[in-house]
């Protein structure tokens, strides 16, 4: 009775198992794939969400503000090292009675 089943056998136990292992592969491969392009919609889609999220919030809260006119006003720049105007630091710098007197 063996020996009829081993002459009935059409596929090779070696060729099975390599067989079987092809199949294995391409499921795994077939389940990365899936995981893959569903991890790619899905953050596609938290994205859309926060975008239109950031979007409402914007426009729910922005005011319109007012055209002013400001009136410009130059401001003259002052010398870092003695805080006089610039115009004025060629000039000499005057010290105040108090100081002189300690000099002195």
Known sequence: MECAYK??????????????NT?????????QATSMFFNIVLLGLVLTVFGIFLYTQYNATAEKVPEQNIEFKPVP????????REEDYSK?????????????
């Open 23 to 31: 199949l294995l592969e391409r499921k795994n491969q077939i389940v």
């Open 7 to 20: 002459t009935m056998q059409l596929v090779d136990f070696s060729d099975l198992n390599r067989i079987e």
């Open 77 to 84: 720049w002052y010398s870092a090292t003695r805080n006089v």
């Open 92 to 104: 000499p710098f005057e010290v105040s009675s108090n100081f002189q007197s300690i000099y002195n």
